[in-house]
Every structure is written in structure tokens, then in C-alpha cells.
């Protein structure tokens, strides 16, 4: 993967994570870690689609239906809001 598609993926997960960590609470750093690596050591990651994967392995960790559902729409929607550049 190019560097500047790497740098584009992997900060749609940086903003991911905020908004995991957000929802579950400190615990979560914890989480995101462990997640990313795994993630990342399973393949090449190059698209938002990947990055909808990552996603969905966080949310798998939040055993509350009503708090993962609103972390799988906030974090989706936040796919498509981050800044250019």
C-alpha cells in the first residue's frame, strides 16, 4: 500500500478509535490496541472498506445492542466527514 493511502486509512482509525473509546470508556484504549494489530497483521489495508472491517471488530467488543449500534452508525458516518488533506 502507498504511503499516502496507508496515512489515510490509518488515520480514518485513529478517528475511529476516538469515537470507540468514547463509547465504552477508558477500557477502550485497551481494545483499540489490541484490535488494531490484529487487524492490521491480517492483510493489507488500502480503502475505507477495509476500514469498515475494523469497525465492525470494535463493535463486536460492545455487548450493549443499543451502544454498539450507535457506535457502528457514528463511526460509519465518520468515514465520510473527515477533513481533506
Do not use: N
Not at 41 to 47: F, H, I, M, W, Y
Amino acid at each position: 500500500m502507498s504511503t499516502p493511502v496507508r496515512k489515510e486509512v490509518l488515520a480514518m482509525c485513529d478517528a475511529v478509535d476516538r469515537r470507540f473509546i468514547f463509547a465504552v470508556g477508558p477500557f477502550g484504549e485497551f481494545v483499540v490496541e489490541e484490535t488494531r494489530e490484529q487487524w492490521l497483521a491480517s492483510g493489507r489495508k488500502a480503502t475505507a472498506g477495509h476500514v469498515l472491517g475494523y469497525i465492525d471488530l470494535l463493535a463486536a467488543h460492545i455487548t450493549e445492542k443499543a451502544k454498539r449500534e450507535a457506535f457502528l452508525q457514528d463511526a460509519r458516518a465518520s468515514l465520510f466527514t473527515l477533513p481533506a488533506g
